[in-house]
């Protein structure tokens, strides 16, 4: 290899990692946020992401009512209403399931309910794989824009070498900065935000100050599950998917959150960053059945290193 | 203003309140003593609601509270400033007061209130964007503190304010819970280990000893009272 197409190679594999990346710590944040404000472990939020994708590509294409806006907005549009209409399935799964397992009920039993939770969701992970296969069968899907097969081109000014920007992607990717950094508004500045930490943190303490805190944990659970269907509706610009697609992308998620440090929220977009990073630059030397692998070893030397997270910090005095 | 009956409250099996009862009046600074164990903490849990009782009743201002939710209960007015402090740790102590203030009397107030806490507790002001976790157990005590006073409660309850901290800091807590019964008008309970100080702020003290209600009266009544004077003051 030249050295030309070496700045080629690794100056595409991290725009791609920046794009894809960005996507991934969109997605790392849902899981993070279920975490880090209930403590509840979730097992079915990759399949969160594959019904985003799918309310994407029901809204978008065909008969949907988005299908009007076309195949260049559509699809975007499409992904970002994703997100309150999964906000609505996670409140329910929240209010008939998760919450006899979770919150103020099982605060202070022996084992926080974590064992209740792992069997309920580990169950609607299987519920909605399997009922995924009838409902939308297992032809893969994409939900198609123009935008995922054209590219801009950036010279790098090195000879012939240059960069290549899929449009689709990228805007995707701009999608989910927003997004991402939306919340980070919300949970800093609003009121809402502020009663949300103030449940993570103490939910006694909260419940003397008024706030209900099994409201709270409801909507950070629609919100954690709408966070990650929207990227899963981004994804599905340039992806195909099926029902069994979750289960690829929920290793992916569990990564981002503990390297960015468990509990904390924002740190998971980095962690999911840094996932599409270390995929994308282990597709440089690597056969692709190895990338997960290459996330793995990472994710272990991190943990060894530095076992709090790339980002996590200690609110305890030391 | 708040008026408990005959309430009791088990755990499992395990009885921790037995048939007590207890009346604050609007305005009074009313003190419940007793050695550690003896359902102090239990009481306050019940008035909050995070804990459910056997039996008995719970009105505020003649509203019963046992049919309300726990965080209903603070919307009425109601302050918890809970055993070992409490604080949210992660939040900042401004956060931590803006989230006494969620009930919609403490937002009326905000302004206002604020402006009381930091002149009570001027560090507060001085930390007010360090994370709370990170401060001193005095501190914590005082956020957790002004954190009750930001709801502009109609009752603020204290339970064991001076638990684990050093004398000086314990005083300066005393006096400023004294300056917010005395200039503020709020109306206290208090649950203190340091009884000869507690009683001697109360127009009202209880005895709690395993669960029982064994005594109350003024400070004058508890002080003749040879076994208050015994086992909690020390004197003979
Ligand atoms: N969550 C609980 N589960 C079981 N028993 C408890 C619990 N909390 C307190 N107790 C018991 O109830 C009794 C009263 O405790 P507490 O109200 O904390 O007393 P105090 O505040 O006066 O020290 C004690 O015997 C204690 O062991
Ligand atoms: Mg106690």
């Known amino acids: ?318 | 203003m708040l008026e408990i009956s005959n309430l009791s409250v088990s755990y499992g099996g395990l009885r921790a309140l037995t048939d007590v009862s207890l009346t604050v009046a609007e305005g009074q600074f009313v003190t419940v003593v007793g050695p550690n164990g003896a359902g102090k903490t239990t009481l306050f849990k019940t008035i909050s609601g995070v804990v459910k009782p056997a039996s008995g009743s719970i009105t505020f201002f003649g509203k019963d509270l046992l049919s309300l939710s726990a965080s209903q209960r603070a919307h009425l007015g109601i302050a918890h400033v809970p055993e070992g402090r409490q604080v949210f740790k992660t939040l900042t102590v401004r956060e931590n007061l803006e989230m006494g203030a969620y009930p919609a009397a403490g937002q009326a107030a905000w302004a206002r209130t604020l402006d009381r806490i930091h002149t009570l507790f001027p560090i507060l002001h001085e930390r007010a964007g360090q994370m709370a976790g990170t401060l001193s157990g005095g501190e914590q005590q005082m956020v957790a503190i002004g954190r009750g006073l930001a709801c502009a409660p109609r009752l603020l309850m204290l339970d064991e304010p001076s638990m684990g901290l050093a004398p000086a800091v314990t005083d300066t807590i005393f006096e400023r819970v004294q300056q917010i019964h005395k200039e503020d008008g709020v109306t206290i309970l208090l649950v203190e280990q340091r009884v000869a100080e507690a009683l001697e702020l109360s127009d009202h003290g209880y005895v709690l000893e395993t669960g029982h209600m064994v005594l109350d009266g003024n400070y004058e009544t508890l002080l003749a009272d040879d076994r208050v004077r015994k086992s909690y003051l020390g004197l003979t």
Not at chain 1, 225 to 240: D, K, N
């Open chain 1, 1 to 318: 290899m030249d050295i030309e197409s070496l700045i080629e190679n690794v100056a595409n594999a991290l725009t791609a990692g920046v794009t894809i990346g960005c996507i991934y710590g969109l997605m790392c944040i849902g899981l993070g946020l279920i975490f880090g404000i209930m403590k509840v472990v979730n097992f079915a939020q990759g399949e969160i992401l594959m019904l985003g994708m799918f309310a994407s590509l029901y809204l978008v294409t065909g008969g949907g009512v988005l299908a009007f806006l076309g195949p260049y907005v559509g699809p975007f549009v499409g992904a970002i209403l994703a997100g309150p209409i999964i906000f609505v399935v996670g409140a329910l799964i929240h209010k008939f399931l998760i919450s006899r397992v979770s919150g103020l009920k099982t605060a202070g039993s022996i084992d926080d309910g974590h064992f209740g939770q792992l069997i309920v969701t580990l169950g609607i992970s299987l519920i909605l794989q399997n009922g995924g296969m009838i409902v939308f069968g297992s032809t893969p899907f994409t939900v198609r824009t123009p935008l995922s097969s054209s590219a801009i081109e950036v010279g790098l000014g090195i000879g012939d070498a240059s960069v290549f920007l899929n449009k689709a992607k990228l805007i995707a990717c701009a999608v989910a900065i927003v997004t991402a950094l939306a919340l980070y508004m919300t949970m800093e500045f609003t009121r809402i935000g502020k009663a949300l930490r103030a449940a993570a943190d103490n939910p006694t303490a909260a419940t003397y100050m008024g706030i209900d805190v099994d409201k709270y944990y409801r909507m950070a659970f629609g919100m954690g599950c709408g966070i990650t269907a929207i990227a899963g509706g981004l994804m599905a610009t340039y992806l195909s998917f099926g029902p069994f697609v979750g289960f690829d992308y929920v290793i992916i998620m569990y990564s981002g959150v503990v390297l960015g440090g468990i509990g904390s929220i924002m740190g998971a977009f980095w962690g999911g960053l840094t996932v599409g990073f270390v995929q994308q630059f282990s597709a440089l030397i690597l056969p692709p059945q190895l990338q997960n692998a290459a996330i793995f070893i990472v994710f272990l030397l991190i943990v060894l290193l530095r076992p709090q997270g790339l980002f996590g910090r200690s609110a305890e005095r030391a």
